[in-house]
């Protein structure tokens, strides 16, 4: 590792394709002086002083012009990696970009590695591990909710909580190693109370972290939205209406969807992910079947169920098992009845509000009445779910931290178990140091290189 890092390394920026301008980032001891041997301007660039711009030809080793460019020079440690940048911005076509690379390539600088930028500010010191990680989850953000959430733990809210945690774990566990040092001499030096209200406090801080996530998932991933109801109800023509294309197929034959389908709309800046399913029937046919089987599986993986029921008949036996099967096993489900078909004339008004507990929004895909209706009432989900949020706190979106939260919460409640149940303090100190670890790999104070290579190959290249 170390000694890739005295490498210059060079890639391509900008999104691959036609653009006003594209930039070739190159990072390393060398920067300056292997990209002055292409640049011809009216400064050499290994003259250059921090945070300057100069315009000029770049010229291939033969000295043929490739395109004027503009250089931007960071010098170390003030630029992104930390150390000595420069910032070829070329005109945006694809060949002229590639060849100023190619040209950089071959006098010694080696192409960047998918994040190898980030993962240099990171070992410079930069920024820590989160805040690397919430680059990669800007960069992919497909809602404002998304990036708003990656931007605060940029600017290290996660990182100051989670430190803040493993300031108090190591102050507890310092306490703890003092007293094994003294154990022979048989003095009880750690007020016991104390310790352990300090453990159960973390523990609490934890949890509430740890709370964020289901949450925090729906922002960066989505909320997941599943269509279900019998054959005919109007799904596929409900799912049109609200993506406001002609996506799925409609027909007046029942068993049409036999696979589910997904598309993604936003509402209100919240990324929801509706999928239209199978309907759910007693059938024969074998792919219908498997279409079916499938359908039960999308149910369980959704925060919202929209029962779609045609409203020109009452409810039958099927849908009312699937609203009590899916209110008793998912607990956590948020169920929506569409009665659908409403622009009928023999409609019906359904009361599963009283009986069940879910709401009701009538609907029509066809005249497209209701639907805004119903946009309001998924958006009504996320509302809910985000009532417990209050701006101060953080939301944990990121399954590592999470996984690593949960291990630290593991370990503090082991710790807490052997000191109630009166075991020796080389036990609590195990498993104190256990989560010590887990939550300094958050921000990467204690980190492998495997985590580290995990984190930063998710990057593009150029980052
Ligand atoms: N009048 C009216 N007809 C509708 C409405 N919604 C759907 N339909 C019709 O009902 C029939 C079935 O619609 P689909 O959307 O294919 O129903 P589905 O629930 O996806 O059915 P499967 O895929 O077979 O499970 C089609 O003829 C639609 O045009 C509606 O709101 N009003
Ligand atoms: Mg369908």
Redesign the pocket.
């Known amino acids: 590792m170390i000694g890739r890092l005295k490498d210059t390394i060079a890639a391509i920026s900008t999104p691959i394709g036609e653009g006003a301008i594209s930039v070739v980032r190159v990072s390393g001891e060398s920067a300056r002086r292997l990209v002055s041997n292409h640049f011809s301007g009216k400064l050499n660039l290994t003259e250059a002083k921090s945070h300057t711009a100069h315009f000029g030809r770049f010229v291939d080793s033969k000295g043929g012009h490739i395109d004027d460019v503009v250089c931007t020079v960071f010098i170390a440690p003030t630029s992104y990696t930390g150390e000595d940048t420069v910032e070829v911005s070329c005109h945006g076509g694809i060949h002229v970009t590639r060849r100023v690379l190619e040209c950089l390539l071959e006098t010694g600088i080696r192409l960047a590695e998918p994040g190898e930028f980030t993962q240099r500010a990171f070992l410079n010191g930069k920024i820590d591990l989160s805040q690397a990680e919430a680059i990669a989850d800007i960069i992919r953000a497909q809602s404002d909710k998304a990036h708003k959430i990656s931007i605060d733990q940029l600017e290290g809210t996660l990182s100051k909580e989670v430190k803040e945690i493993q300031d108090q774990l190591v102050k507890a566990a310092g306490l703890l190693e003092l007293e094994l040092d003294f154990v022979e001499e048989d003095i009880e030096l750690v007020d016991k109370t104390e310790f352990q209200q300090l453990i159960e406090s973390e523990i609490i801080s934890i949890k509430k972290l740890l709370d964020t996530f289901k949450y925090g998932k729906v922002w960066r991933e989505g909320v997941r939205v599943a269509?279900v109801?019998?054959?005919?109800?109007?799904?596929?023509?409900?799912?049109?209406?609200l993506l406001k294309e002609e996506r799925?197929?409609?027909?007046?034959?029942?068993?049409?969807?036999?696979d589910f389908l997904e598309e993604e709309i936003i509402i209100s800046g919240v990324l929801f992910r509706i999928t239209?399913?199978?309907?759910?029937r007693h059938t024969e046919d074998s792919i219908e079947k498997e279409g079916v089987r499938r359908t039960r599986k999308i149910i369980q993986n959704s925060d919202i169920i929209v029962l779609?029921h045609?409203s020109t008949s009452f409810l039958i036996t099927d849908e009312i098992e699937l609203i009590k099967n899916s209110l008793e096993n998912l607990p956590d489900a948020y169920m929506i009845l569409a009665n659908?078909?409403?622009?009928?004339e023999n409609c019906k008004s359904i009361n599963a509000k009283d009986a069940y507990g879910i709401q009701i929004v009538n609907?029509?895909?066809?005249?497209h009445e209701g639907i805004e209706p119903l946009k309001i009432a998924l958006e009504r989900y996320v509302i809910e779910k985000s009532r417990n949020d209050n701006k101060e706190s953080v939301t944990i979106t990121n399954v590592r931290h999470y996984n690593n939260l949960l291990r630290a919460k593991e370990g503090l409640i082991s710790s807490l178990e052997s000191l109630k149940t009166g075991k020796s303090e080389e036990f609590i100190a195990l498993d104190l140091r256990r989560a010590i670890e887990a939550i300094g790999e958050i921000i990467g104070v204690i980190t492998t290189e495997d985590i580290l290579n995990d984190i930063f190959s998710k990057f593009c290249i150029g980052k």
């Open positions: 269509l109801g019998i054959p005919n109800a109007g799904k596929s023509r409900l799912m049109n209406a799925a197929i409609v027909t007046s034959i029942p068993g049409t969807t036999r239209d399913t199978a309907g759910l779609v045609d659908n078909k409403t622009d009928l609907t029509s895909a066809l005249s």
